[in-house]
């Protein structure tokens, strides 16, 4: 499985940025998909998950109602609509597929594969 993340770079606060997740090797509409982030001396965190027919998806809290998780099975893509960036949003962004038997989106032990992630800057 090889994943691609794209869409990434300097923004100022409160503006936007689309990631951009491209999979292949594997069936992607087999797939839940997560968005992860690691900002510099943290650990990689949950950010967004997404099922794998896109009609259910999760949020860690401090991205609710300012990020949305979408996905295209036709494209075998998963996109990070980032809207309203804050500084604290600067991160190295990664897409990554979830085991198939992993019930929870919001450990990183239950994700199988890793895109090489994307940085996200955001200036004050």
């Known amino acids: 499985v090889q994943l691609q993340a794209f869409g990434g770079g300097l923004v100022q606060a409160g503006g936007s940025l689309r990631l951009s997740c491209a999979a292949s090797?594997?069936?992607?509409?087999?797939?839940?998909m997560g968005w992860f982030r690691q900002a510099p001396g943290k650990e990689r965190e949950f950010v967004a998950g997404?099922?794998?027919?896109?009609?259910?998806?999760y949020y860690t809290d401090v991205v609710k109602g300012r990020f949305t998780i979408s996905r295209d099975n036709a494209k075998s893509t998963v996109y990070l609509q980032m809207n309203s960036l804050k500084p604290e949003d600067t991160a190295v962004y990664y897409c990554?597929?979830?085991?198939?038997?992993?019930?929870?989106?919001?450990?990183?032990?239950?994700?199988?594969?890793w895109g090489q992630g994307t940085q996200v800057t955001v200036s004050s």
């Open positions: 990554a597929v979830k085991g198939r038997y992993s019930a929870s989106f919001y450990y990183t032990r239950n994700y199988d594969y």
């Open positions: 997404i099922s794998r027919r896109g009609d259910s998806t």
């Open positions: 090797g594997r069936t992607f509409s087999s797939d839940d």
